[in-house]
């Protein structure tokens, strides 16, 4: 069965970057988007980023929209999170998750298949 495994976080201190990555275990594996989405304790899971795999198009949250970018290499079936400028705010844990049906992107409930989550802290 497929997995998602996410790899890359960790603890930075504000102002620090971050790169997360969402390896698909099987090269094969297709989406219509794949997508993070975090949750920090005592909130609910919330959207950051994601892609839509065909056509490259990224959708951001407004609370990460100029210090984030969402890739991906169809090669190695691989998504990239690109943290800049990251603040005490974004720490949370981070999901990644694909979505292989057509779907608003922005909604975790149109999405079908999950990591396990990595966690980012930000220290002030």
């Known amino acids: 069965q497929v997995q998602l495994v996410e790899s890359g976080g960790g603890l930075v201190q504000a102002g620090g970057s971050l790169r997360l990555s969402c390896a698909a275990s099987?090269?094969?594996?297709?989406?219509?988007?794949r997508g993070w989405f975090r949750q920090a304790p005592g909130k609910e899971r919330e959207f950051v980023a994601a892609i839509r795999w065909s056509s490259g198009n990224t959708f951001y949250a407004d609370s990460v929209k100029g210090r984030s970018t969402i890739s991906r290499d169809n090669a190695k079936n691989t998504m990239y999170l690109q943290m800049d400028s990251l603040k005490p705010e974004d720490t949370a844990i981070y999901y990644c998750a694909a979505a292989r049906n057509i779907a608003p992107v922005v909604y975790s409930r149109y999405y079908d298949l999950w990591g396990q989550g990595i966690q980012v802290t930000v220290s002030s």
């Open positions: 099987e090269r094969t594996f297709s989406s219509y988007a």
